[in-house]
């Protein structure tokens, strides 16, 4: 199968090392033929005390953008380079970043959802932050759902980072809906390879049981903080074998629907 990685993050966010070269080479040591940027987007809050370190900030998006093509044009003939972000839906701040996204000619975002509610705003929580109960859980997906319905989200990072202590049948219903939900509208899900490898609360290994069930389109996504990690072949196929056992195969890159998001009329 053709190698491919469409999770991968820059320096920018402040937690990731290496340069935006280093990643490709690495990229292109590995065999792999697509490598699509996704760092962790820019966020407009009302709040202007509020300013969150772990992602790009607003001022560094262009230069991101410009790395990232001037790249795709020097290395066209190795590797086929994407454009991207990973996002956060934030229902109070989604406008904004729409607005703001809508300019900068992006081929894809995926979801990474880390927070419930709006990250700066009081009652918001990271998601992978200690275990909680089925009134957290229960909002985790219902702000997923309605950040999907946005449609412009090529596929979720790590769907199952929300860490549920409670009820099995509970969080069986909830992401069975969650399941369902992406499947309907033919969103894959993505198995997270750096929890893997940091034995973080994902992979939750009842979450990828119920989307077997409910047959769930899967991609494998490195996640990638560092050039080196896109190097990693071991948790890769550790990865593959857990999904496997389930029954799940990951996409051909070929076979994943690509969706540029549009934005709606926002910043037209
Ligand atoms: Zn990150
Ligand atoms: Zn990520």
Redesign the pocket.
């Known amino acids: 199968m053709m190698k491919y990685n469409l999770h991968t993050?820059t320096a920018r966010?402040n937690?990731?090392t290496g340069t935006d070269r280093e990643y490709v080479e690495a990229a292109i040591t590995a065999g792999m033929k697509v490598l699509g940027f996704t760092d962790?987007c820019p966020q407009f809050f009302p709040d202007r005390d509020y300013y969150s370190y772990?992602r790009m900030f607003p001022e560094q998006a262009h230069e991101y953008v410009s790395s990232v093509r001037a790249l795709q044009k020097e290395y066209a003939a190795d590797i086929r380079l994407l454009l991207g972000f990973e996002t956060e839906y934030y229902p109070e701040t989604y406008d904004r970043f729409a607005e703001f996204a809508a300019q900068l000619g992006l081929d894809y975002m995926i979801m990474g959802q880390h927070f419930v509610g709006n990250e700066y705003d009081e009652g918001s929580y990271y998601a992978a932050d200690g275990a909680r109960g089925e009134r957290f859980l229960t909002q985790y997906v219902d702000q997923v759902k309605e950040g999907l319905e946005k449609g412009v989200f090529t596929y979720i990072a790590h769907p199952d980072i929300v860490w549920y202590k409670g009820k099995n049948s509970f969080y069986d219903e909830k992401m069975t809906e969650l399941c369902l939900f992406a499947r309907e509208r033919g969103i894959p899900l993505e198995y997270n390879i750096l929890g893997h490898i940091n034995k973080r609360s994902y992979p939750e290994p009842r979450f990828w049981k119920i989307a077997a069930a409910t047959g769930n389109s899967v991609v494998l996504g490195y996640?990638a903080?560092s050039p080196e990690a896109l190097l990693q072949t071991k948790p890769y196929e550790e990865c593959l074998q857990k999904l496997n056992a389930l029954g799940l195969k990951p996409m051909r890159f070929e076979d994943i629907r690509l969706v540029k998001p549009a934005f709606g009329e926002v910043g037209a």
Do not use: E, N, V
Request: charged share 10%; net charge negative; hydrophobic share 25%.
């Open positions: 993050h966010c937690h990731a962790h772990f996640d903080h």
